[in-house]
């Protein structure tokens, strides 16, 4: 079946505008993560949703970044003025439930975000 | 706060050559340890993962893995290497009651002929 999709793939913005930012996740999965991986480093929690619970947001960075999953399934990351430092790859990643130890996370192919 | 230590940030061998990427962890609880593999523009995918019972994982593509606690290490190798494992390695670690993963640096794995 299909994987994790994400788009844009690549995304190049100015600094100073907003950016959207979407994951569609494994058909049925009930949880939902994002990552963001800066060049040469390995990915970095940033939320993660049960549903359309927002679980966890301890890894945004500030508050010019918010994520949604409104009907439990698609999700945004939202990146408000955004700054060059936020430039990175931007990675989502879906599983199937809320076992503990926890299931596979399955990954999509990222979305490169370039702010200049 | 769980952290994940890559000892090698690229580890170059010749095809057929054995391979080991190291990974050392640091965690006051129980962990859960998995390494993903990166290849070039896809996705990260899951190698294999460690939850419990016997400490020696096997994955896919004939890697596997150690668990040792005393060492807080969970090394991965090969005894083969082919061509088609170059690639970046992720060595992750999840703990009890939360679901997020805490990534290591990453090792650069390059295969020469």
């Known amino acids: 079946g299909a994987g994790v999709s994400q788009s844009p793939r690549y995304k190049v913005t100015k600094r100073g505008q907003d950016v959207a930012l979407r994951c569609d996740p494994i058909?049925?999965?009930?949880?939902l993560y994002w990552y963001r991986q800066a060049l040469g480093q390995g990915p970095e929690f940033l939320t993660y949703f049960n549903y359309e619970a927002q679980q966890d947001k301890s890894g945004l960075p500030n508050d010019r970044f918010s994520a949604e999953r409104p009907e439990g399934s698609i999700s945004t990351l939202t990146i408000q003025r955004t700054e060059q430092r936020d430039s990175a790859m931007y990675r989502c990643a879906s599983s199937f439930g809320l076992a503990n130890p926890p299931y596979e996370q399955y990954f999509g192919p990222g979305t490169r975000l370039t702010v200049t | 706060a769980q952290s994940v230590t890559q000892l090698d940030s690229q580890v170059p061998v010749f095809e057929e050559a054995p391979v080991e990427l190291r990974c050392n962890y640091s965690?006051?609880?129980?962990?859960?340890l998995f390494w993903y593999v990166q290849y070039p523009n896809q996705g990260l995918q899951l190698l294999l993962k460690y939850l419990s019972g016997s400490t020696l994982v096997k994955g896919i593509n004939g890697f596997e893995a150690e668990f040792n606690k005393s060492q807080t290490s969970f090394h991965l190798r090969k005894p083969s290497v082919h061509i088609s494992d170059t690639a970046e390695y992720f060595c992750a670690v999840g703990v009890q009651g939360a679901q997020k993963l805490v990534f290591g640096q990453g090792t650069r794995l390059t295969i020469n002929p």
């Open positions: 058909s049925g999965h009930v949880s």
């Open positions: 965690s006051s609880v129980s962990v859960y």
